[in-house]
């Protein structure tokens, strides 16, 4: 894949005389010295198989002794071509493929592709639907950042506060069970609201875990935030300024933690979050530490807004009605003409949309995940483009990683937090 | 129906356009958030003004787009975002069909590097002025583009060579 990477590296060595240790190895002299040891470069293949780069990404690294001199990320192997399957299959079809896009947070990305279609077909969906996902999106935002600061002060040394991040995740996966029946790919949405309604006993569910969360949290928290080692680990690691930042077109976590208050959810508000009360945190460092805070504060914001929607969640329907567009439920499609016939036009031709172009995107917790369609007004959308947050931030990798220390690397790819499922689409 | 995103003001687009004048531009909609539609030999020049005068200081996404036409196959629209005014902003760019060249604007925002190189990885767009136009996704010796329209769901047999049983 990358032959041509090694070729440059390789090129540009050529022209370098034979450094002392290669003319020590070639001679026969054992009791060689050499004047500086580390005068040597060498080209390192991280990945795509290693345990710290957070699935299948590949860095191929140019090393002078422990320095990254240079950093060229590689991305595909997880290509699944899911742009041209979108293509091929109605809008309904593809919602358990956003499931696969970031697999750490399958709802949230669900969230995103049906207020997209919705946004392309014009249909407005009731309030408790839209409390629903608003509920489950931020559910998925905790979900995602447990995993990412788990992983990220795993990577750094520390195994207890994983463990004891995927035990309070493990029951956010319990949640999804009862909310939607299915802990991981979890397919919730509809095209004009969810699946089924959420129960009470799911709602109690997540009332009780959000209530004992910020303590397990705080619990958490004071593992790793006072650990000496872990702060000389990551402050004013992967420093990159404000306007790089900008220029590399970064959002989520790491464009809040270089200081920029930028938010889909405040900026240009969808759902109910203009009727919600939280706060967006930002930290003015720019390093793996301001990552980490921001993360983790997103974290405590996010069990803030969980808990205003259940106070808030209304009564009433959870579906927009639109028998067009909106798929009947079961039991009457069962026993009803009107909706059989309905239910079978939707599922076969899909819920044809006026010709034209949208563009809608949510804050996923790695940033704006968005998509863009162009429909030529059959059901089958023209041209799916996905706006994946973790391919946008994974080009700042290179910059980051300038300079820093061969351990850093693993730091750095924490922090930024990329899914490679998303990514590689 | 609520607006999902922020309409640009009247008073700022007024301001772009005024800015824009000596072009020739094409103003349209995509669902409520403005896009100009911009001639190939402006295109560098038009950016620089949308950066540094009117503050798109990100560029968000790059979508390549195969429209299977006879007269300008392919067209590629940017997604530019404005973090101090938060507004939103599509510019596109048509493309002839027959020998599918665009200018690259990665010296403008930086972030278009890799958009430009999925964009000719999935469309086969070229961009000019690319400092390092490879496929981000398919092998480097793959020689079909996967996105275009004539390219079957299914994929050409003995593309991708596997390894043998």
């Known amino acids: 894949m990358s032959h041509t990477i090694y070729k440059d590296l390789q090129d540009e060595k050529k022209d370098i005389k034979k450094t002392q240790i290669l003319q020590a190895l070639e001679s026969e002299d054992l009791s060689a010295t050499f004047d500086d040891a580390l005068d040597n470069e060498m080209v390192l293949n991280m990945g795509p198989q290693h345990p710290a780069t957070h699935g299948v990404l590949r860095l191929l690294l140019s090393l002078d002794g422990e320095t990254v001199k240079k950093c060229v990320p590689e991305l595909g192997y997880l290509h699944r071509g899911y742009e041209k399957l979108a293509e091929a299959s109605t809008y309904h079809e593809f919602i358990p493929h956003t499931d696969r896009l970031d697999y ?25 639907g839209k409390y629903i996902r608003t509920l489950i999106a931020e559910l998925a935002r905790i979900q995602s950042h447990l995993l990412a600061f788990g992983a990220m002060v795993m990577d750094i040394g520390a195994l207890t506060p994983f463990l004891w991040a995927i035990r309070e995740r493990e029951k956010i996966l319990d949640l999804y069970d009862l909310i939607c029946g299915a802990r991981f790919t979890t397919s919730y949405t509809r095209i004009g609201g969810v699946a089924q309604d959420i129960t009470d006993q799911a709602l109690k569910g997540t009332r009780k875990f959000i209530d004992e969360f910020s303590g397990y949290l705080q619990e958490c928290r004071d593992l790793v935030e006072r650990n000496k080692i872990f702060i000389n680990r990551t402050e004013g690691i992967g420093y990159m300024s404000k306007e790089d930042i900008i220029s590399y077109g970064i959002t989520g976590p790491t464009l809040r933690a270089a200081g920029v208050e930028s938010d889909v959810r405040r900026d240009n508000p969808y759902l109910v979050y203009d009727q ?43 579906n927009a009605y639109s028998t067009k567009k909106v798929l009947p439920k079961k039991e009457r499609i069962y026993t009803k003409m009107e909706e059989l016939i309905h239910d079978f036009m939707i599922i076969n031709f899909g819920p044809n949309p006026p010709k034209g172009e949208s563009y809608s995107a949510v804050e996923a917790s790695k940033g704006e995940l968005g998509f863009y369609f162009i429909s030529d007004g059959s059901g089958h959308p023209f041209r799916t483009k996905i706006r994946a947050p973790s391919f946008c931030n994974l080009q700042a990798l290179p910059v980051m990683m300038k300079d820093c220390m061969i351990a850093d690397t693993v730091v750095i790819i924490g922090g930024v937090d990329p899914v490679m499922g998303e990514a590689d689409k | 129906m609520r607006a999902f995103f922020s309409y640009m003001t009247e008073q700022r687009l007024n301001t772009l356009k005024e800015k824009l004048s000596n072009y020739n531009l094409q103003y349209t909609d995509v669902n409520g958030t403005p896009s100009i539609t911009i001639p190939n030999e402006n295109l560098l020049d038009v950016c620089n003004v949308l950066k540094n005068d009117l503050q798109f ?62 964009a000719y990885d999935m469309v086969g767009i070229k961009f000019t002025g690319h400092p390092d136009l490879r496929r ?23 593309s991708i060579p596997l390894p043998n049983k």
């Open chain 1, 104 to 128: 750490l947070q399958p709802m949230a990305n669900n969230v995103a592709y049906a207020q997209a279609v919705e946004k392309l077909i014009h249909l407005e969906i009731p309030e408790r």
């Open chain 1, 276 to 318: 919600l009360d939280f706060r967006i945190p930002t930290y003015p460092d720019s390093d793996c530490l301001a990552r980490y805070y921001v993360r983790v504060e997103e974290m405590v914001e996010s069990t803030k807004i969980v808990k205003q929607c259940l106070d808030k969640i209304p009564q009433g329907p959870y």
């Open chain 2, 57 to 118: 200081d990100q560029c968000r996404d790059a979508v390549g787009v195969d429209r299977f036409t006879k007269k300008n196959r392919f067209e590629i629209i940017y997604n530019l975002y404005s973090i101090p005014f938060k507004e939103r902003l599509f510019i596109r760019v048509e493309i002839d069909g027959k020998n599918p060249e665009s200018q690259s604007l990665t010296s403008v925002w930086a972030s278009t590097n890799w958009y430009e190189r999925e």
């Open chain 2, 136 to 158: 981000v996704y398919m092998p480097e010796d793959y020689e079909y583009f996967p996105l275009r329209k004539d390219f079957p769901l299914m994929g050409i047999e003995g």
